[in-house]
């Protein structure tokens, strides 16, 4: 089952532009992640945000944490080509380092 | 240092055949995450392991599906018989057993074709 819904389900932007990722979860959580996963392999880590955190930057991501409304953002900035790919976020819940994915965003960056 | 490692990376077997899929974590990493991920969805958890120990097994297919982690390293995952709705890529990721806010390495995956 998924923990996570994420929307929009596509995103088609120029290069240069701002992309905008949301996710909703459905209880409460250790930590939310963001991964990236290029078509036809596997999924890379992008930034982890604690569930006692509600903003985090690393490089052209920005991420936010809203606990209360159970929902987080991935801002990636300044777009390029090479950002197209899907992307993730998933959640760590209980005692041990239980990560349950969403349903993804398909991000396309045209030149 | 080697990632995760899985094989094979592509297989493609006809219904009802058997089949399986290993995987090698990051040295180190206590814990091991078989996941299945289907066209166009995010990945969904199969069986988590905490070194040979599996801890959550509920998404697991009981009466086809079995996994083992012998001695608390690498993991085999296998299908028996396939179903042609088996077909997906199987994912293999590994995180340090203990502190909880750690990020999950992946393998490549294994993508598994049924016809």
């Known amino acids: 089952s998924q923990q996570g819904e994420e929307d929009p389900q596509a995103l088609s932007i120029q290069e240069g532009e701002n992309a905008t990722m949301n996710c909703s979860y459905k209880?409460?959580?250790?930590?939310l992640q963001w991964y990236r996963q290029n078509s036809g392999r596997g999924l890379v880590h992008l930034i982890l945000?604690?569930?006692?955190?509600r903003e985090k930057h690393s490089g052209r991501l920005r991420v936010t944490l809203d606990t209360s409304k159970k929902s987080s953002s991935l801002l990636i900035t300044a777009s390029r080509a090479a950002d197209t790919a899907s992307y993730f976020c998933?959640?760590?819940?209980?005692?041990?380092?239980?990560?349950?994915f969403g349903t993804g965003t398909q991000l396309k960056v045209e030149l | 240092e080697a990632g995760v490692v899985q094989s094979p990376r592509y297989k493609i077997i006809e219904k009802k055949q058997p089949v399986a899929f290993w995987c090698n974590p990051i040295?180190?990493?206590?814990?091991l995450y078989w996941y299945r991920q289907n066209l166009g969805q995010g990945p969904e958890l199969l069986i988590r392991?905490?070194?040979?120990?599996?801890?959550?097994d509920s998404q697991l297919p009981k009466d086809r599906f079995s996994a083992e982690r012998l001695k608390g390293v690498d993991s085999t995952l296998k299908i028996q018989p396939a179903e042609l709705g088996d077909s997906a890529v199987y994912l293999c990721?590994?995180?340090?057993?203990?502190?909880?806010?750690?990020?999950?390495?992946f393998g490549q995956g294994t993508r598994l074709t049924v016809v």
């Open positions: 998933a959640t760590s819940t209980g005692g041990g380092n239980k990560l349950t």
């Open positions: 209880t409460s959580i250790n930590n």
């Open positions: 945000i604690r569930s006692n955190e």
């Open positions: 040295s180190g990493h206590n814990t």
């Open positions: 392991y905490e070194n040979e120990e599996a801890v959550d």
């Open positions: 990721a590994s995180t340090p057993m203990g502190p909880l806010n750690t990020e999950a390495f």
